[in-house]
């Protein structure tokens, strides 16, 4: 699996758009980057996943860098109920267990 | 879209009792399902990856006796906490993997599971 990293916390404001890095720096061609977010005391919810083409879907946009290095999940119009942990992960080619770091909290404010 | 199905939401047991949780895929057949732990402000850890119709993979440090791991038909797979003590108290996920149709696969997670040991 590659090794994630993400900031620890990150604040937005209701309304704007959010932007949340992930750093996989030691990806492999064929990896996969998926983007998954755990509102309190639930079970993690799928957003989006991709390999280098920039991807979108109903409620997030994943930007990946051209070296594949890094990638930005971005949650167009923050709403109070955005807020969650969110993470960044990506399975070994041909795996598919998922390995979780400590992920972003995202906290929207009104 | 994919639903994944978690009993009992939470449960309460005396130290030394076993817990069985049940996982089921309600929409869409999982060969495979996965297990997690999570501790009070921590990430997901995985557990063990269960595959249906063949014995459950084990993450490194989780005891395979002590956490038994069935998985006998396309949509469901359960954990069993035998002989449960208080440290085993936490917050018990699994998922189930779907093809997305795009030759790879998305989890999805069920709403979890509360043991709460004493």
């Known amino acids: 699996d590659a090794k994630t990293t993400q900031p620890p916390s990150m604040d937005c404001a209701e309304g704007r758009a959010a932007n949340l890095p992930c750093n996989h720096s030691?990806?492999?061609?064929?990896?996969?980057v998926y983007w998954y977010r755990q509102i309190h005391s639930q079970g993690p919810q799928y957003i989006i996943h991709?390999?280098?083409n920039n991807e979108t879907n109903e409620m997030a946009s994943l930007i990946i860098t051209e070296d594949r290095k890094s990638s930005t999940l971005i949650l167009p119009h923050a709403t109070l109920r955005d807020t969650a942990v969110y993470y960044c992960?990506?399975?070994?080619?041909?795996?598919?267990?998922?390995?979780f770091g400590q992920g972003t909290r995202l906290t929207i404010n009104p | 879209g994919a639903v994944v199905s978690q009993h009992p939401s939470w449960v309460i047991c005396k130290s030394g009792t076993s817990v069985k949780i049940e996982c089921r895929s309600l929409?869409?057949?999982?060969?495979?399902m996965f297990w997690y732990r999570q501790f009070p402000k921590q990430s997901l850890m995985l557990m063990a990856t269960?595959?249906?119709?063949?014995?459950?993979?084990?993450e490194q440090g989780v005891e395979k006796d002590k956490f038994l791991i069935n998985h006998a038909s396309l949509t469901l797979s359960t954990l069993t906490v035998t002989s449960a003590h208080p440290e085993d108290s936490s917050f018990y996920i699994c998922?189930?993997?779907?093809?997305?149709?795009?030759?790879?696969?998305?989890?999805?997670f069920g709403p979890g599971t509360r043991l709460t040991v004493t």
């Open positions: 998922s189930a993997s779907h093809a997305s149709g795009r030759g790879t696969y998305e989890q999805y």
């Open positions: 030691t990806i492999s061609g064929n990896e996969y």
């Open positions: 991709g390999l280098k």
């Open positions: 992960t990506s399975p070994a080619q041909g795996a598919q267990k998922l390995v």
């Open positions: 929409d869409f057949q999982a060969t495979t």
């Open positions: 269960s595959n249906e119709g063949s014995k459950a993979t084990y």
